[in-house]
């Protein structure tokens, strides 16, 4: 057997990692090359988020994200990933109107080379949804606690599930969405007791991003890790390099090098020959 053959993680995969108690990993791209870095170093799932509202278009919340948007993106990291599930979002009011227009666009991400899709919410018509496609075959992660398409009806970025009764309720919708078909669940901005309740009774993984360490997988903002973001990084980040500076120090240089005539020096230049480089001044000098 080839050692090289690349095994893909698929939906099975992350079921059998929650069985055997081995974390799952995802983080958001957007780009080609992000993607084939996250997916060489091991990562299980990248997610195209639609929070490259923010980090891409720069809008202040995911609202105004688009299906076009979310299919282009999904174009440029599925191109670079090998072996990592990867899970695209549906943006808001893609899912909303009827199953003939989520199934719509929900195929078409998948087509764009997603390999499930992700939606927000568990009111019926959103399980109904849940339902079709997964009746479709279309492979669905669904997602509760903090919404952030739901940023205007819920009136601000809180922690969710945060009673007795609020997480019993965060509970009974993930055990809906599994019913329904969904294969793996994110839980956003949960007290890690609420998420460890709801991971250990229903038997999808559950993928927490601001929901402590009980769940089964983590997922964050690539920008948040690598310091890219120039705005507010939430509590639950850790930030794992300062690409910002990086990028910025890098830039400065350039631009003092262009301006100062340091930059292009022969070395990054082409030349003619010699030969040639006389015919041409004799031919300028005439
Ligand atoms: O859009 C996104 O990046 C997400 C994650 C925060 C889970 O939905």
């Given at each position: 057997m080839n050692a090289d053959i690349i095994k893909p993680v698929t939906s099975r995969t992350l079921k059998k990692m929650k069985d055997n108690k081995e974390k799952i990993t995802m983080l958001t791209a957007y780009d080609f090359s992000t993607a084939k870095y996250i997916d060489e170093c091991g990562v299980d799932s990248i997610l195209i988020g639609d929070s490259l509202g923010m980090?891409?278009?720069?809008?202040?919340?995911?609202?105004?994200?688009?299906i076009e948007d979310m299919l282009t993106f999904t174009k440029a990291v599925s191109n670079g990933v090998k072996r990592a599930l990867v899970v695209a979002d549906m943006p808001f009011?893609?899912?909303?109107?009827n199953k003939e227009q989520t199934t719509l666009n929900a195929g078409r991400l998948i087509q764009a080379g997603a390999k499930a899709v992700k939606l927000e919410g568990a009111s019926d018509f959103i399980l109904d949804e849940v339902h079709h496609l997964t009746q479709s075959g279309i492979n669905v992660v669904g997602h509760l606690g903090?919404?952030?398409?739901?940023i205007n009806t819920i009136g601000g970025y809180f922690v969710q599930g945060k009673s007795y009764e609020n997480t019993i309720k965060m509970l009974n919708a993930a055990k809906k969405l599994e019913e329904n078909g969904a294969f793996a669940l994110v839980l956003e901005m949960v007290p890690e007791e609420s998420a460890k309740y709801i991971s250990e009774n229903i038997s999808i993984p559950t993928i927490g991003i601001g929901a402590g360490?009980?769940?089964d997988g983590q997922v964050l903002v690539i920008d948040d890790i690598l310091g890219k973001y120039p705005g507010n990084i939430p509590k639950f980040v850790k930030q794992y390099a300062n690409i910002k500076e990086i990028m910025k120090d890098a830039i400065s240089k350039y631009n003092q090098d262009v301006k100062t005539g340091e930059f292009p020096t022969k070395e990054y230049s082409f030349n003619l020959t010699e030969e040639e480089r006389d015919k041409l001044e004799h031919n300028i000098n005439k």
């Open positions: 980090t891409i278009l720069g809008y202040d919340t995911t609202i105004k994200v688009t009011l893609s899912y909303h109107l903090f919404t952030p398409q739901y360490k009980y769940c």
